[in-house]
């Protein structure tokens, strides 16, 4: 179902292949990066957009090659520029749908700053994560998102610096969009992108990617088959957050913190459990949620925030049409007889 | 005024010191704006403490209005001052260097008290310790004069006193013969919002006048005639105005948005400010995080098809050298306005110097060339910066516009120009569904097209990575890095082919040829001026195209015994000519104190290089 908003829309149905470009994919086989490519490319036709209307902009690294494999228009820009370069596409052009392949070099290290900023202007283009928690293409050192502690070619006695939580800087930046996905789940990927799509602001879905040559693995205590279910908690607004194989624990408020019940045990029932509501406005529970880790607690996936604000695009657009309006000065030419002139006969 | 002796002076320069309270800023511009309106030619220059609140009365408090008024053409704001206006012994004492031997001084004297001379680091009184014997010194109750006119009229006493600035600036208008109907006309105008500030000032500058008339305070009258300036209508502008309205002027010619992406900083933020106040024509102005998401923002948009700026001084062009060597890669037009400060480092933010051309030549990784112009005039910026978007657009490639603190900050007389009459710009936007389209396929000018995101049928990526000749897509062929290396350097000195003759001032042949750039044209003018004056054989070439360089710069070259090279580095163009136009030999004259030329030590510098022929 094509999404309602003033980007304008195709007029034939659009398929995979529409968005599928004649490059070859240059990832390493077994890369988590292929599942997020194809997922993309599934769920670009079904926003209904013209085909010409997605911009692709990336940074630097494994990810950033995105743009050259989706047949969009493209931009890869320079390391963890992909937000600010991307902020002027937007800004300029407020028609496109804007989406920004970026890793956790790119946009938690070097572009750290034009990350935080992006979010909290709230402009409305989409950022895909992909934290693999590694430096891939520069061959594997630690990266701001690597667990304290894990051995690299940089930190061969293990990481003495702790990473950042990722929801959590987009919310502590006002973000007004996150969600999180792994490589895994490749229709839990496609779905979350189209929510990103529909939200208005800036949407930053971080995907917990595996780099298969540097950083193998680094995801299995999320992602690994035999524990998958327990580790994962799906969340989707208005329903109760339960987990597990059989269905049978739950996240609960005690004492002020988040704990996994199980059901039917110590008297727990379903209705002790969280309702997840990603439209609430104030951050708290989210933050959270956002916050849980296996073991303890299960990770949150899905969409953990989304919340209506104004977004920068928007208001800027609104006071050029004001000011169009309002303003006595309508050309160049009135500008330069503006002021304190004279003439000289 | 009847019987008062004229004096007719083909141009005054007037400068108005004090604290930084005290209002200096508001009464050079209305001097200056009454003399422009009455006819003069005009240059200005304001002096402000680098620090926004200095200690009171004391030396780096001082601040100050210089304003040189003329009935011959001025290519300056002056060097040395024929009016001084003090109004504490600071200002006095940081400001007598500038004085002509011969000029007139006019102080407030109530203040020269021993407290505020102290403070400002005299031993003894300047006014009645013979010190200031040679000048002609006025020194005038101008604080007695203000406190009888606001009591009774004003609550607020100290607030009253303010107003001390506009009983002085009657003073200068009864000096210059200046009746009260314009400057009271330009008062009203200027507090339109506020009448009784309006009533308020027009009342103390008439307190001023007839203190001056009526005490025959001046024995003379200085006059400076109309100057003779081709028809038309003018008005005053800074350079960083100029500089943002040619950028507004060439988005409109070409039917391209508009986008400025940019970070506040000294001297360059009154663009970033001049063009947010725009909106009304469309401007979208995007400050940034930070000097890299300024340029990388202006990089996004000009993808998308907006002309696209970002504005900064030295450190900035630094911070953003990376980025431009993404549009050069990517072949995107953007326009880099860089208001030159004395560095390096973050140096003396509000001093000019000349000193970033080697960064803007060559301060990026591999081999990456762009345009370079440079702006030689406060009035001239519009037109550079016109010229920058257009040459910038035409040719698909970053140009970098070098201004300076002292254009930026200065301001001169401007005559209007008709959108109609400014050259033609017609960027290579690519059609829809073009068949033959290709990211660099070429015209005959080496110029790529402009395919702009949301066009039907010329979907593409482009990208920091090298790519294939016109093909676009991503390799590291050796042969092709050749071939695209050789193409970017080939498109951008291409535009030499575009860009008018360089001129000469004085004889296309002679002794000297005196060469400069940039913002040191006036000076350098008027140094040559004299030295034709004076009988010498020499000729001045001013450059504001310096990559490409004009045609016919060789030409030039080959007709004088000796070239010398003027600049405020440590030679930077003068390295640059020797190694585009090595058959030549090139003496040069560098400056680096974060201050302008000065007509004399110029012209010091010619002699001792004729004697040598
Ligand atoms: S290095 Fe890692 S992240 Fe990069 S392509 Fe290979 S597997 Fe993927």
């Known amino acids: 179902m094509a999404i309602e908003n003033s980007i304008e829309k195709a007029k034939e149905e659009l398929v995979k292949q529409d968005f599928v470009s004649d490059q070859m994919v240059k990832w390493c086989p077994g890369c988590g990066a292929h599942a997020i490519l194809s997922s993309v490319a599934k769920v670009f036709p079904k926003m209904g957009y013209k085909k010409e209307n997605f911009c692709m902009v990336s940074g630097i690294g494994c990810s950033s090659r995105f743009p050259y494999y989706v047949n969009t228009y493209g931009f890869h820009g320079i390391h963890g520029r992909a937000n600010a370069i991307a902020s002027g596409v937007k800004v300029t052009n407020p028609g496109l749908s804007v989406w920004i392949a970026t890793g956790d070099g790119d946009s938690m290290a070097i572009g750290g700053n034009h990350f935080i900023h992006i979010v909290r202007r709230n402009i409305d283009v989409n950022i895909m994560l992909f934290n693999n928690q590694i430096y891939g293409l520069t061959k594997g050192q630690y990266s701001p998102t690597t667990p304290m502690g894990y051995k690299t070619k940089t930190s061969p006695q293990g990481t003495v610096e702790p990473p950042f939580n990722t929801a959590n800087l987009v919310m502590g930046s006002r973000g007004t969009f996150f969600a999180r996905v792994v490589d895994t789940r490749p229709s839990l990927m496609s779905e979350v992108m189209y929510e990103a799509a529909k939200h208005d602001g800036t949407s930053v879905v971080e995907i917990l990617q595996n780099c298969i040559i540097f950083a193998d693995k680094t995801h299995d205590s999320i992602t690994a088959k035999d524990i998958k279910d327990e580790h994962q908690l799906l969340l989707k607004h208005g329903e109760p957050m339960i987990f597990g194989k059989n269905m049978d624990k739950g996240i609960a408020l005690i004492n002020g913190f988040l704990e996994v019940i199980h059901l039917g045990k110590d008297g727990y029932t379903e209705k002790d459990v969280l309702v997840h509501d990603q439209y609430r406005y104030n951050p708290g529970l989210q933050r959270m949620l956002a916050r849980m880790y296996p073991p303890e607690r299960p990770i949150a996936l899905g969409v953990i925030r989304s919340v209506k604000s104004p977004t920068y695009d928007d208001m800027v657009e609104e006071q050029i049409a004001y000011a169009k309006e309002h303003e006595p000065i309508k050309c160049v030419d009135d500008l330069l007889q503006s002021g304190d002139t004279w003439e000289i006969k | ?613």
């Open chain 2, 1 to 613: 005024m009847t019987n008062k002796k004229v004096i007719e002076l083909e141009d005054a320069v007037v400068k108005f010191v004090g604290d930084s309270g005290d209002g200096m800023q508001l009464i050079g511009t209305l001097f200056s704006d009454t003399a422009a309106l009455r006819g003069n030619d005009l240059a200005t220059f304001p002096d402000y403490p680098a620090e926004i609140r200095a200690p009171h009365n004391t030396i780096p408090g001082v601040s100050g209005f210089q304003s040189h008024i003329g009935k011959r053409r001025v290519h300056t704001p002056g060097d040395k001052v024929h009016v001084l206006i003090a109004m504490n012994p600071a200002s006095l004492k940081a400001n007598l260097k500038w004085c002509r031997p011969d000029a007139t001084i006019i102080v407030d004297s109530d203040i020269f008290d021993e407290k505020g001379c102290t403070k400002a680091g005299y031993t003894t009184n300047p006014l009645t310790d013979g010190s200031l014997k040679a000048y002609k010194l006025y020194s005038l109750p101008i604080s007695t004069l203000t406190r009888e006119y606001i009591e009774g009229k004003i609550g607020d006493l100290k607030a009253g006193m303010r107003s001390k600035n506009m009983v002085m600036l009657g003073v200068v208008y009864n000096l210059f013969g200046i009746d009260l109907k314009v400057p009271e006309h330009l008062v009203d105008k200027k507090f339109a919002n506020k009448k009784t500030v309006a009533e308020l000032n027009k009342g103390a500058q008439k307190v001023g006048y007839d203190y001056a008339e009526n005490n025959n305070v001046f024995e003379e009258v200085l006059h400076v005639g109309p100057a003779e300036l081709e028809k038309g209508t003018y008005k005053n502008v800074t350079g960083n105005v100029a500089t943002a309205w040619g950028l507004l002027a060439a988005a409109e010619k070409s039917g391209r948005p508009f986008f400025l992406g940019s970070y506040p900083i000294t001297p360059a933020t009154e663009i970033l400010m001049e063009l947010a106040v725009h909106k009304s024509l469309g401007a979208k102005v995007f400050q940034a995080e930070d000097e890299i998401a300024g340029i990388c923002s202006a990089i996004g948009a000009s993808f998308t098809g907006a002309m696209a700026c970002t504005t900064t001084s030295g450190p900035g062009l630094s911070l953003k050298s990376e980025a431009i060597g993404l549009a050069v890669m990517t072949e995107l037009p953007l326009v880099i306005v860089n208001v030159q400060r004395a560095g390096p480092s973050t140096g003396m933010p509000t001093k000019s110097e000349q000193s970033d051309l080697y960064q803007a030549l060559y301060g990026r990784n591999g081999e990456c060339p762009v345009m370079v112009i440079a702006a030689s005039t406060p009035a001239n910026c519009f037109y550079y910066a016109y010229m920058a978007a257009k040459y910038s657009m035409e040719h698909m490639t970053p140009v970098i516009l070098l201004t300076d603190g002292y254009l930026g900050f200065g301001a001169q007389i401007f005559k209007i120009p008709k959108m109609a009459d400014m050259p033609e710009i017609n960027p290579p936007i690519a059609e829809p569904n073009d068949p033959d389209f290709k990211p660099y396929i070429r015209d005959k000018n080496l110029v790529r097209k402009w395919a702009i995101p949301g066009t039907e049928g010329l979907r593409h990526r482009v990208g920091g990575l090298e790519k294939m000749d016109v093909e676009g897509i991503v390799t590291t062929d050796p042969q092709n890095h050749q071939r695209m290396s050789e193409l970017r350097e080939e498109k951008v000195k291409k535009i030499g082919d575009f860009i008018p003759e360089q001129d000469v001032y004085g004889e296309d042949s002679g002794d000297l040829l005196v060469v400069s750039w940039g913002g040191t044209e006036g000076a350098i003018r008027s140094s040559v001026k004299r030295m034709i004056a004076d009988g010498h054989k020499v000729s001045h070439a001013h450059f504001n195209y310096i990559m490409p360089l004009p045609k016919n710069t060789t030409d030039i070259f080959s007709k004088f015994k000796r070239i010398v090279v003027c600049e405020l580095n440590m030679g930077q163009f003068v390295n640059y000519l020797r190694a585009s136009l090595p058959q030549f030999t090139y003496q040069q004259y560098n400056k680096i104190q974060g201050l302008p030329f000065l007509v004399a030590e110029l012209k010091e510098k010619y002699n001792q290089i004729l004697e040598e022929i």
